[in-house]
T-cell receptor, first 112, second 115 residues
Framework: GQQLNQSPQSMFIQEGEDVSMNCTSS?????WLWYKQDPGEGPVLLIA?????ELTSNGRLTAQFGITRKDSFLNISASIPSDVGIYFC????????????FGKGTKLSVKP | DTGVSQNPRHKITKRGQNVTFRCDPI?????LYWYRQTLGQGPEFLTY????????KSRLLSDRFSAERPKGSFSTLEIQRTEQGDSAMYLC?????????????FGEGSRLTVL
């Protein structure tokens, strides 16, 4: 089946640093999304991307839909302790609007 | 929005028992989804309802699993004859009509442990 490869799997950063993570696939997706999950909670949508090449920001977060439609990246600028959590990329290319393929996540830990 | 509500939050059961989880979506959301998440993995799609109609089912949804949304509001997910491999977090999500693909609101999940 389709798989999304997220990297890195985990990262430790100093507060105030910028963070970059990405997601790749061997298949084309029509939609890319980024979700964040805190311990004991469900995922929360951060950014949705609908067009190849699209660059979208949400506060300190910026994400891009790759031109090839097979990748996406998420940047977090000036990280703060509450950025800790697991970040998931998700793609959609068919089926119902909620039938998403999720990556395995990037676990972000911030040193205060 | 009061958020997507799921219960129970935790369930421990013995292998072979039946379990049922309930999901109450955000009130104006007509679309409802069930996902399963195991440790260290992302959520995996199980099934989708639009109003009371179950429109899509993943091959992950074996014949021991059944989901219903009888009046187009809350939904239940039942697992019969549970197996240890069913241990996971079961997430429910909902979305509004005419919203962008994949823009889901997730509940906090129901964690199942099968002994």
């Amino acid at each position: 089946g389709q798989q999304l490869n997220q990297s890195p799997q985990s990262m430790f950063i100093q507060e105030g640093e910028d963070v970059s993570m990405n997601c790749t696939s061997s298949s084309i997706f029509n939609t890319w999304l980024w979700y964040k999950q805190d311990p004991g909670e469900g995922p929360v949508l951060l950014i949705a991307l609908y067009k190849a090449g699209e660059l979208t920001s949400n506060g300190r977060l910026t994400a891009q839909f790759g031109i090839t439609r097979k990748d996406s990246f998420l940047n977090i600028s000036a990280s703060i302790p509450s950025d800790v959590g697991i970040y998931f990329c998700a793609g959609h290319n068919g089926g119902s609007q909620g039938n998403l393929i999720f990556g395995k996540g990037t676990k972000l830990s911030v040193k205060p | 929005d009061t958020g997507v509500s799921q219960n129970p939050r935790h369930k421990i059961t013995k292998r072979g028992q039946n379990v049922t989880f309930r999901c109450d979506p955000i009130s104006e959301h007509n679309r409802l989804y069930w996902y399963r998440q195991t440790l260290g993995q992302g959520p995996e799609f199980l099934t989708y309802f639009q109003n009371e109609a179950q429109l899509e089912k993943s091959r992950l949804l074996s014949d021991r699993f059944s989901a219903e949304r009888p009046k187009g509001s809350f939904s239940t997910l039942e697992i019969q004859r549970t197996e240890q491999g069913d241990s996971a977090m079961y997430l429910c999500a909902s979305s509004r009509p005419a919203v962008g693909t994949g823009e889901l609101f997730f509940g906090e999940g129901s964690r199942l442990t099968v002994l």
